[in-house]
Protein backbone atom coordinates (compact mmCIF):
# COMPACT_ATOMS: atom_id res chain seq x y z
CA UNK A 1 0.00 0.00 0.00
CA UNK A 2 1.12 3.31 -0.80
CA UNK A 3 1.87 5.20 2.22
CA UNK A 4 2.63 8.77 0.73
CA UNK A 5 1.74 10.52 -2.46
CA UNK A 6 5.21 10.34 -3.91
CA UNK A 7 4.42 6.71 -5.01
CA UNK A 8 1.96 7.70 -6.47
CA UNK A 9 3.69 8.65 -9.94
CA UNK A 10 5.49 5.44 -9.71
CA UNK A 11 2.46 3.41 -9.32
CA UNK A 12 1.12 5.20 -12.19
CA UNK A 13 3.91 4.39 -14.14
CA UNK A 14 3.90 0.65 -13.36
CA UNK A 15 0.32 0.86 -14.69
CA UNK A 16 1.13 2.41 -18.36
CA UNK A 17 0.06 0.10 -21.07
CA UNK A 18 2.58 -2.01 -22.28
CA UNK A 19 2.67 -0.94 -26.22
CA UNK A 20 5.20 -3.15 -27.38
CA UNK A 21 3.45 -5.68 -28.71
CA UNK A 22 1.25 -3.45 -30.49
CA UNK A 23 3.41 -1.78 -32.42
CA UNK A 24 5.43 -4.72 -33.15
CA UNK A 25 1.81 -6.28 -34.48
CA UNK A 26 1.64 -2.61 -36.55
CA UNK A 27 5.41 -2.74 -38.00
CA UNK A 28 4.38 -6.60 -38.71
CA UNK A 29 1.50 -5.54 -40.40
CA UNK A 30 2.70 -2.91 -42.44
CA UNK A 31 5.37 -5.39 -43.63
CA UNK A 32 2.71 -8.11 -44.47
CA UNK A 33 0.53 -5.16 -46.84
CA UNK A 34 3.54 -4.11 -48.40
CA UNK A 35 4.34 -7.81 -49.48
CA UNK A 36 0.63 -8.47 -50.26
CA UNK A 37 0.45 -5.12 -52.24
CA UNK A 38 3.78 -3.83 -54.28
CA UNK A 39 2.16 -0.74 -55.35
CA UNK A 40 2.43 0.49 -51.39
CA UNK A 41 5.72 0.44 -51.57
CA UNK A 42 5.88 2.07 -55.34
CA UNK A 43 3.68 4.99 -53.88
CA UNK A 44 5.21 4.84 -50.35
CA UNK A 45 5.85 8.43 -49.78
CA UNK A 46 9.27 10.19 -49.88
CA UNK A 47 10.39 12.86 -47.65
CA UNK A 48 9.74 16.17 -49.56
CA UNK A 49 12.58 18.51 -50.04
CA UNK A 50 13.09 20.89 -47.53
CA UNK A 51 12.22 24.28 -47.32
CA UNK A 52 14.33 26.95 -48.81
CA UNK A 53 15.93 29.15 -46.95
CA UNK A 54 14.88 32.89 -47.07
CA UNK A 55 16.69 35.38 -48.40
CA UNK A 56 17.79 38.66 -46.80
CA UNK A 57 15.38 40.76 -48.76
CA UNK A 58 12.34 38.47 -48.36
CA UNK A 59 13.30 38.28 -44.73
CA UNK A 60 12.96 42.08 -44.81
CA UNK A 61 9.81 41.47 -46.68
CA UNK A 62 7.88 38.85 -44.14
CA UNK A 63 8.95 40.54 -41.16
CA UNK A 64 8.12 43.81 -41.87
CA UNK A 65 5.92 43.99 -45.51
CA UNK A 66 4.43 47.30 -45.14
CA UNK A 67 7.64 49.27 -45.10
CA UNK A 68 9.29 46.88 -47.40
CA UNK A 69 9.57 48.10 -51.40
CA UNK A 70 9.21 44.35 -52.35
CA UNK A 71 5.12 44.33 -51.24
CA UNK A 72 4.34 47.54 -53.14
CA UNK A 73 2.58 46.80 -55.93
CA UNK A 74 1.32 48.96 -58.63
CA UNK A 75 -2.24 49.75 -58.53
CA UNK A 76 -4.12 47.27 -61.45
CA UNK A 77 -5.09 48.88 -64.58
CA UNK A 78 -9.01 49.42 -63.56
CA UNK A 79 -11.82 49.31 -66.51
CA UNK A 80 -13.61 53.04 -67.49
CA UNK A 81 -16.50 53.40 -65.72
CA UNK A 82 -19.68 55.46 -66.81
CA UNK A 83 -17.87 58.46 -65.14
CA UNK A 84 -14.62 58.32 -67.58
CA UNK A 85 -16.87 57.98 -70.62
CA UNK A 86 -18.89 61.07 -69.53
CA UNK A 87 -15.91 62.52 -68.56
CA UNK A 88 -14.21 61.96 -71.98
CA UNK A 89 -17.47 63.38 -73.67
CA UNK A 90 -17.95 66.41 -72.26
CA UNK A 91 -14.45 67.30 -72.57
CA UNK A 92 -14.78 66.53 -77.00
CA UNK A 93 -18.06 68.53 -76.59
CA UNK A 94 -16.32 71.67 -74.45
CA UNK A 95 -13.58 71.50 -77.11
CA UNK A 96 -16.31 71.25 -80.13
CA UNK A 97 -18.06 74.46 -77.94
CA UNK A 98 -14.94 76.40 -77.37
CA UNK A 99 -14.29 76.06 -81.54
CA UNK A 100 -17.23 76.38 -82.87
CA UNK A 101 -19.72 78.62 -80.74
CA UNK A 102 -23.13 79.13 -81.89
CA UNK A 103 -23.58 82.31 -84.34
CA UNK A 104 -26.53 84.04 -82.75
CA UNK A 105 -24.63 84.09 -80.04
CA UNK A 106 -20.99 84.31 -79.22
CA UNK A 107 -20.97 84.86 -75.02
CA UNK A 108 -18.82 82.22 -73.19
CA UNK A 109 -21.23 81.72 -70.40
CA UNK A 110 -23.57 80.59 -73.69
CA UNK A 111 -21.75 78.57 -74.39
CA UNK A 112 -21.42 76.60 -70.97
CA UNK A 113 -25.36 76.37 -70.66
CA UNK A 114 -24.94 74.96 -73.57
CA UNK A 115 -22.85 72.51 -73.00
CA UNK A 116 -24.42 71.70 -69.48
CA UNK A 117 -27.57 71.31 -71.45
CA UNK A 118 -26.18 68.99 -73.81
CA UNK A 119 -24.55 66.88 -70.58
CA UNK A 120 -27.70 67.13 -69.02
CA UNK A 121 -29.68 65.91 -72.13
CA UNK A 122 -26.82 62.98 -72.58
CA UNK A 123 -26.97 62.08 -68.69
CA UNK A 124 -31.31 61.77 -69.01
CA UNK A 125 -31.18 58.98 -71.17
CA UNK A 126 -29.05 56.50 -68.94
CA UNK A 127 -31.64 57.34 -65.76
CA UNK A 128 -34.48 56.00 -68.14
CA UNK A 129 -33.14 52.09 -68.48
CA UNK A 130 -32.73 52.00 -64.49
CA UNK A 131 -36.67 52.87 -64.09
CA UNK A 132 -37.26 50.16 -66.14
CA UNK A 133 -34.98 47.76 -64.78
CA UNK A 134 -35.87 48.26 -61.20
CA UNK A 135 -39.50 47.51 -61.52
CA UNK A 136 -39.28 44.01 -60.69
CA UNK A 137 -41.37 41.06 -62.60
CA UNK A 138 -44.23 39.45 -60.52
CA UNK A 139 -44.33 36.16 -59.42
CA UNK A 140 -47.13 33.95 -61.77
CA UNK A 141 -46.27 30.87 -61.57
CA UNK A 142 -45.03 28.24 -58.93
CA UNK A 143 -42.30 26.20 -60.18
CA UNK A 144 -38.87 27.01 -61.60
CA UNK A 145 -40.09 25.43 -65.03
CA UNK A 146 -43.47 27.73 -64.82
CA UNK A 147 -41.45 30.77 -64.70
CA UNK A 148 -38.97 30.12 -67.92
CA UNK A 149 -42.27 29.62 -69.67
CA UNK A 150 -44.05 32.63 -68.04
CA UNK A 151 -40.86 34.60 -69.81
CA UNK A 152 -41.10 32.28 -73.05
CA UNK A 153 -44.72 33.13 -73.87
CA UNK A 154 -44.60 36.56 -72.60
CA UNK A 155 -42.62 38.09 -75.80
CA UNK A 156 -45.86 37.39 -77.82
CA UNK A 157 -48.09 38.79 -75.02
CA UNK A 158 -46.27 41.62 -75.09
CA UNK A 159 -46.87 42.39 -79.17
CA UNK A 160 -50.49 41.96 -78.57
CA UNK A 161 -50.01 44.58 -76.29
CA UNK A 162 -48.23 46.85 -78.10
CA UNK A 163 -50.37 46.41 -81.08
CA UNK A 164 -53.50 47.55 -78.34
CA UNK A 165 -51.16 50.23 -76.23
CA UNK A 166 -50.44 53.65 -77.47
CA UNK A 167 -47.42 54.54 -75.37
CA UNK A 168 -47.15 57.52 -74.56
CA UNK A 169 -44.99 58.49 -71.70
CA UNK A 170 -41.45 58.02 -73.11
CA UNK A 171 -40.70 55.05 -71.35
CA UNK A 172 -38.86 52.52 -73.67
CA UNK A 173 -41.24 49.55 -73.80
CA UNK A 174 -39.68 46.48 -72.28
CA UNK A 175 -40.73 43.08 -74.27
CA UNK A 176 -39.43 41.20 -71.88
CA UNK A 177 -40.93 42.47 -68.47
CA UNK A 178 -43.97 40.60 -67.39
CA UNK A 179 -45.51 43.89 -66.63
CA UNK A 180 -46.70 44.92 -70.09
CA UNK A 181 -49.32 41.89 -69.42
CA UNK A 182 -50.65 44.11 -66.86
CA UNK A 183 -50.77 47.28 -69.13
CA UNK A 184 -52.07 44.67 -72.06
CA UNK A 185 -55.17 43.86 -69.18
CA UNK A 186 -55.84 47.26 -68.93
CA UNK A 187 -55.30 48.21 -72.93
CA UNK A 188 -58.06 45.21 -72.98
CA UNK A 189 -60.57 46.81 -70.54
CA UNK A 190 -60.12 50.44 -72.13
CA UNK A 191 -60.96 49.56 -75.58
CA UNK A 192 -64.53 48.72 -76.47
CA UNK A 193 -64.10 45.01 -76.56
CA UNK A 194 -64.82 43.18 -73.50
CA UNK A 195 -62.10 40.91 -73.08
CA UNK A 196 -64.08 38.58 -70.70
CA UNK A 197 -64.84 34.58 -71.57
CA UNK A 198 -68.59 35.27 -71.73
CA UNK A 199 -68.41 37.73 -73.97
CA UNK A 200 -66.11 35.67 -76.45
CA UNK A 201 -68.33 32.95 -76.25
CA UNK A 202 -71.38 35.13 -76.63
CA UNK A 203 -69.57 36.69 -79.97
CA UNK A 204 -68.77 33.22 -81.26
CA UNK A 205 -71.99 32.22 -80.43
CA UNK A 206 -73.64 34.84 -82.60
CA UNK A 207 -75.72 36.50 -79.98
CA UNK A 208 -73.53 39.86 -80.45
CA UNK A 209 -73.31 41.24 -83.89
CA UNK A 210 -71.46 44.49 -83.37
CA UNK A 211 -68.87 44.88 -80.69
CA UNK A 212 -69.23 48.34 -80.30
CA UNK A 213 -72.84 47.81 -79.11
CA UNK A 214 -71.53 45.73 -76.12
CA UNK A 215 -68.92 48.54 -74.89
CA UNK A 216 -71.79 51.15 -75.19
CA UNK A 217 -73.36 49.93 -72.03
CA UNK A 218 -70.94 47.61 -70.99
CA UNK A 219 -73.27 46.64 -67.92
CA UNK A 220 -76.68 46.40 -68.34
CA UNK A 221 -76.04 44.50 -71.81
CA UNK A 222 -73.72 41.97 -70.39
CA UNK A 223 -75.80 41.11 -67.44
CA UNK A 224 -78.62 39.71 -69.64
CA UNK A 225 -76.60 37.74 -71.10
CA UNK A 226 -76.28 34.60 -69.45
CA UNK A 227 -74.87 31.13 -69.62
CA UNK A 228 -76.23 28.78 -70.82
CA UNK B 1 -30.39 23.88 -92.59
CA UNK B 2 -30.05 23.77 -88.80
CA UNK B 3 -33.70 24.58 -87.84
CA UNK B 4 -34.74 21.28 -89.15
CA UNK B 5 -31.77 19.57 -87.66
CA UNK B 6 -32.88 21.30 -84.24
CA UNK B 7 -36.11 21.02 -84.52
CA UNK B 8 -35.58 16.96 -85.25
CA UNK B 9 -33.42 16.98 -82.50
CA UNK B 10 -35.77 18.59 -80.13
CA UNK B 11 -38.64 16.36 -81.27
CA UNK B 12 -36.64 13.25 -80.58
CA UNK B 13 -35.82 14.58 -76.71
CA UNK B 14 -40.15 14.57 -76.45
CA UNK B 15 -41.12 11.39 -75.50
CA UNK B 16 -39.39 8.86 -73.52
CA UNK B 17 -37.57 5.97 -74.51
CA UNK B 18 -38.68 3.79 -71.96
CA UNK B 19 -42.30 4.31 -73.87
CA UNK B 20 -41.79 5.25 -77.54
CA UNK B 21 -41.72 2.04 -79.27
CA UNK B 22 -44.91 0.96 -77.49
CA UNK B 23 -46.48 3.79 -78.37
CA UNK B 24 -45.55 3.34 -81.53
CA UNK B 25 -46.63 -0.22 -81.32
CA UNK B 26 -50.00 0.90 -80.49
CA UNK B 27 -50.27 3.14 -82.92
CA UNK B 28 -50.01 0.74 -85.43
CA UNK B 29 -52.14 -2.11 -83.97
CA UNK B 30 -54.98 0.69 -83.51
CA UNK B 31 -54.18 1.91 -87.27
CA UNK B 32 -54.91 -1.43 -88.35
CA UNK B 33 -58.15 -2.99 -86.32
CA UNK B 34 -59.99 0.27 -85.97
CA UNK B 35 -60.57 3.18 -88.87
CA UNK B 36 -59.18 6.57 -88.37
CA UNK B 37 -62.81 8.16 -87.16
CA UNK B 38 -63.38 5.95 -84.65
CA UNK B 39 -59.65 6.51 -83.14
CA UNK B 40 -59.70 9.90 -83.43
CA UNK B 41 -62.99 9.75 -81.36
CA UNK B 42 -61.16 7.36 -78.79
CA UNK B 43 -58.12 10.06 -78.56
CA UNK B 44 -61.58 12.98 -78.12
CA UNK B 45 -62.89 11.04 -75.04
CA UNK B 46 -59.00 10.58 -73.80
CA UNK B 47 -58.38 14.33 -74.28
CA UNK B 48 -61.63 15.45 -72.58
CA UNK B 49 -60.88 13.09 -69.34
CA UNK B 50 -56.55 14.16 -69.36
CA UNK B 51 -58.76 17.95 -68.93
CA UNK B 52 -60.90 16.75 -66.69
CA UNK B 53 -57.85 15.62 -64.85
CA UNK B 54 -55.72 19.20 -65.42
CA UNK B 55 -58.98 21.18 -64.23
CA UNK B 56 -57.34 22.83 -61.30
CA UNK B 57 -54.89 24.53 -63.72
CA UNK B 58 -57.03 26.62 -65.89
CA UNK B 59 -60.60 27.22 -63.79
CA UNK B 60 -59.81 30.22 -63.15
CA UNK B 61 -59.47 32.25 -66.03
CA UNK B 62 -61.34 34.90 -66.61
CA UNK B 63 -59.97 35.80 -70.38
CA UNK B 64 -58.36 33.88 -73.32
CA UNK B 65 -55.12 35.78 -72.06
CA UNK B 66 -55.30 34.08 -68.48
CA UNK B 67 -56.37 30.69 -70.26
CA UNK B 68 -53.24 30.86 -72.32
CA UNK B 69 -50.85 31.21 -69.39
CA UNK B 70 -52.44 28.75 -67.51
CA UNK B 71 -52.64 26.53 -70.01
CA UNK B 72 -49.11 27.31 -71.10
CA UNK B 73 -47.90 26.59 -67.33
CA UNK B 74 -49.71 23.15 -67.51
CA UNK B 75 -48.23 22.48 -71.04
CA UNK B 76 -44.71 23.11 -69.55
CA UNK B 77 -44.56 20.81 -66.55
CA UNK B 78 -45.44 18.46 -68.76
CA UNK B 79 -43.33 18.96 -71.56
CA UNK B 80 -46.38 19.34 -73.97
CA UNK B 81 -44.97 22.65 -75.88
CA UNK B 82 -47.27 25.76 -75.86
CA UNK B 83 -50.22 27.17 -76.97
CA UNK B 84 -51.31 30.72 -78.84
CA UNK B 85 -55.00 31.07 -77.82
CA UNK B 86 -56.67 33.68 -80.00
CA UNK B 87 -60.15 35.02 -80.71
CA UNK B 88 -60.56 35.59 -84.70
CA UNK B 89 -63.52 36.80 -86.08
CA UNK B 90 -66.31 34.04 -85.43
CA UNK B 91 -64.08 31.22 -83.85
CA UNK B 92 -60.71 30.86 -81.77
CA UNK B 93 -58.07 29.74 -83.14
CA UNK B 94 -56.10 27.77 -80.91
CA UNK B 95 -52.47 26.98 -82.28
CA UNK B 96 -50.57 24.01 -79.93
CA UNK B 97 -46.64 24.42 -80.74
CA UNK B 98 -44.53 21.05 -80.08
CA UNK B 99 -47.34 19.03 -79.10
CA UNK B 100 -44.78 15.60 -78.78
CA UNK B 101 -48.52 13.70 -80.87
CA UNK B 102 -46.54 13.24 -84.08
CA UNK B 103 -43.23 11.55 -82.15
CA UNK B 104 -45.31 9.59 -79.62
CA UNK B 105 -47.60 7.68 -82.06
CA UNK B 106 -46.15 8.64 -86.11
CA UNK B 107 -46.40 11.13 -88.30
CA UNK B 108 -49.27 8.88 -89.99
CA UNK B 109 -51.15 8.50 -86.83
CA UNK B 110 -51.76 12.54 -86.67
CA UNK B 111 -54.58 12.63 -88.35
CA UNK B 112 -56.26 10.78 -85.33
CA UNK B 113 -54.44 11.27 -82.41
CA UNK B 114 -55.28 14.95 -82.62
CA UNK B 115 -58.69 14.04 -81.58
CA UNK B 116 -56.74 14.32 -78.06
CA UNK B 117 -56.19 17.72 -77.90
CA UNK B 118 -59.64 18.53 -79.71
CA UNK B 119 -61.18 16.63 -77.04
CA UNK B 120 -58.67 18.48 -74.38
CA UNK B 121 -59.80 22.11 -75.66
CA UNK B 122 -63.33 21.09 -76.08
CA UNK B 123 -63.87 20.25 -72.21
CA UNK B 124 -61.60 23.57 -71.36
CA UNK B 125 -64.14 25.37 -73.02
CA UNK B 126 -67.14 23.50 -72.01
CA UNK B 127 -65.52 23.99 -68.25
CA UNK B 128 -65.42 28.03 -68.49
CA UNK B 129 -69.14 28.21 -69.71
CA UNK B 130 -68.99 27.03 -73.67
CA UNK B 131 -72.43 26.08 -74.91
CA UNK B 132 -72.48 22.30 -76.19
CA UNK B 133 -73.13 24.08 -79.74
CA UNK B 134 -69.96 25.55 -80.15
CA UNK B 135 -66.99 22.74 -80.95
CA UNK B 136 -63.62 22.04 -81.47
CA UNK B 137 -62.33 20.68 -84.91
CA UNK B 138 -58.86 20.75 -86.96
CA UNK B 139 -58.53 24.25 -88.93
CA UNK B 140 -57.47 23.24 -92.56
CA UNK B 141 -55.38 20.33 -93.82
CA UNK B 142 -53.70 17.91 -91.51
CA UNK B 143 -50.01 18.38 -91.19
CA UNK B 144 -47.13 16.37 -90.06
CA UNK B 145 -44.98 17.85 -87.81
CA UNK B 146 -45.32 19.31 -84.06
CA UNK B 147 -47.68 22.06 -85.09
CA UNK B 148 -51.87 21.51 -84.09
CA UNK B 149 -53.84 24.31 -85.87
CA UNK B 150 -57.67 24.24 -84.04
CA UNK B 151 -60.25 26.52 -83.72
CA UNK B 152 -63.26 26.44 -81.69
CA UNK B 153 -66.57 27.93 -82.77
CA UNK B 154 -70.28 27.00 -84.23
CA UNK B 155 -70.81 23.65 -85.04
CA UNK B 156 -70.43 23.83 -89.08
Known amino acids: MPNSRDDLPMLFRSLAPDDTGFQAAVNASARAAGERWPLLKAVSPKKPNSTPALSAQERQYWSNPAKSDVGQRKPALSLPGASDKMTRSLGRMSVRAVSHPPASDRNPKRANVSTTEISAVQVEPEKRPNVARSIQPTAITTTAAMKSSSTLFSGRSQTRADEAVDNTSGMPVNHNQPESRAAMEKAANATPVDASLASVFSRIEGKVTEVAKSASKPSSFLSRLGRR | ?156
Open chain 2, 1 to 156: MVSDKLQSYFRAQQVSLQWLPVLRAMAAEMSEQMDAEDLRQLFFHVGERFAQDAGDCFQGAQSLIQLEDSLNDFWSQINWGWVSIKEVQEHIDISHQSAPLAEAFGDEALVWSIGLLEGFYQNVFRVLGASDSMMVCRAGKPTAGMDVHLRFGRQL
